[in-house]
């Protein structure tokens, strides 16, 4: 069974920077049509801070999960301006601290990892399903993560409901963050952070289900 360890945490960081630059235009098109036109470049610029915070940790230093998290959230709040650093830095600070001083996770130590770092997101940003945020990719990723017992199996399934949550925002009018100033204007566009999180958990699935 393919858990998730120290290297494999690392490794979805690193796919993930990749996935977010191969569309970093897409995701800062989304948001010009709906925010201020720099998702793509924020989130570009914050995972690649956040795999240089990992590739400077020592390997004694990175034994864990939370070990390599931890650096990649602070990363993440310190190098992206805007909404989604402070909100992606406290679901990975809070993921990790999920995590533990587990050395391995298996579908249900992941499920409760995102759990904890959705109930950041939330603390956060205030928001609540259904308002078109990241919220709606996420949430429906931690439902599909906890139907399933094996992690490769999870974080695929976890990877298509989020993706199916990224879409299902293009009919959701913004009552939070930038989008919401358009209001009934923010319908029949996909929201820009769902579809960064659909990468994120698309990079999960490719690691553990390669
Ligand atoms: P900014 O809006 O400051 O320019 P970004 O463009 O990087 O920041 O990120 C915008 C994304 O952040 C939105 O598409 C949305 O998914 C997410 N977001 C904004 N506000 C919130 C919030 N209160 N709760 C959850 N997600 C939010
Ligand atoms: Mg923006
Ligand atoms: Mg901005």
Redesign the pocket.
């Known amino acids: 069974m393919t858990v998730l360890d120290a290297e494999r945490a690392r490794a979805w960081l690193g796919r993930a920077d990749e996935l977010i630059s191969l569309h970093a235009e897409e995701l800062t098109a989304l948001?010009a049509a709906i925010?201020?036109a720099?998702?793509g470049a924020?989130?570009a610029r914050g995972m690649a801070a956040a795999v240089a915070a990992v590739a400077a940790l020592g390997q004694e230093e990175a034994q864990t999960p939370a070990a390599v998290l931890k650096p990649a959230a602070l990363a993440l709040v310190s190098k992206?301006?805007?909404?989604?650093?402070p909100?992606y830095g406290t679901f990975f600070l809070r993921a990790a601290g999920s995590c533990g001083q587990l050395p391995e996770l298996g579908a249900g130590a992941i499920a409760e990892a995102v759990e904890a770092g959705i109930g950041g997101?939330v603390q956060?940003?205030?928001?609540q399903a259904g308002?078109?945020?990241?919220?709606d990719a996420w949430y429906p990723a931690l439902e599909a993560l906890r139907a399933h017992d094996e992690p490769a199996a999870a974080a695929r399934a976890a990877a298509s409901a989020a993706a199916v949550g990224r879409d299902a925002t293009a009919a959701m009018r913004a009552t939070?963050?930038?989008?919401s100033y358009l209001g009934e204007r923010s319908v029949g566009h996909v929201?820009?952070?769902?579809a960064s999180?659909a990468l994120i958990v698309q990079a999960l699935a490719d690691v553990l289900d390669p």
């Not at 956060?124 to 928001?127: K, Q």
């Not at 308002?131 to 919220?135: G, I, V, W, Y």
């Not at 939070?176 to 989008?179: I, M, P, Y």
């Open positions: 948001d925010g201020d720099d998702h924020n989130m992206v301006g805007g909404a989604s650093g909100l997101i956060r940003g205030r928001a308002e078109k945020t990241m919220l939070k963050g930038r989008a929201d820009p952070g769902a999180t």
